[in-house]
């Protein structure tokens, strides 16, 4: 299981998405997903809902949002791997915040 991010111009398309790409992550998969995977959907805040096996997007409001969570779990988190996994997604979700009208989209497997 792993994720891997997108961060896009616009809302991407699978088949074009290519057309969109700003920058990608693709080296933290792994931990990512376990560093998300503590997370409780009913409980937490953008990044809960975060689906590990399919597509999430996250517009530039909903990225604004959850770099605030990301901050409280990179102070909770003692596993080097998955701290430099949330650090990565981190800088993304602020790529994503002051872009406007673009997408990170977290590729779950």
């Known amino acids: 299981m792993g994720i891997e991010l997108e961060l896009h111009s616009g809302r991407p398309r699978k088949g074009s998405s290519r057309a969109t790409l700003l920058r990608g992550s693709y080296a933290h998969g792994d931990a990512l997903a376990r560093a998300l995977s503590a997370l409780d959907r009913n409980r937490s805040g953008k990044l809960g809902w975060v689906d590990p096996y399919g597509d999430t997007f996250f517009n530039e409001q909903?990225?604004?949002?959850?770099?605030?969570?990301?901050?409280?779990?990179?102070?909770?988190?003692?596993?080097?791997?998955?701290?430099?996994?949330?650090?990565?997604?981190?800088?993304?979700?602020?790529?994503?915040?002051?872009?406007?009208?673009?997408?990170?989209?977290?590729?779950g497997d």
């Open 62 to 107: 909903e990225a604004e949002v959850a770099r605030q969570e990301v901050a409280a779990l990179v102070r909770e988190c003692s596993d080097e791997r998955q701290r430099a996994a949330l650090l990565d997604l981190d800088r993304l979700l602020e790529a994503c915040a002051a872009t406007p009208g673009s997408y990170l989209w977290f590729m």
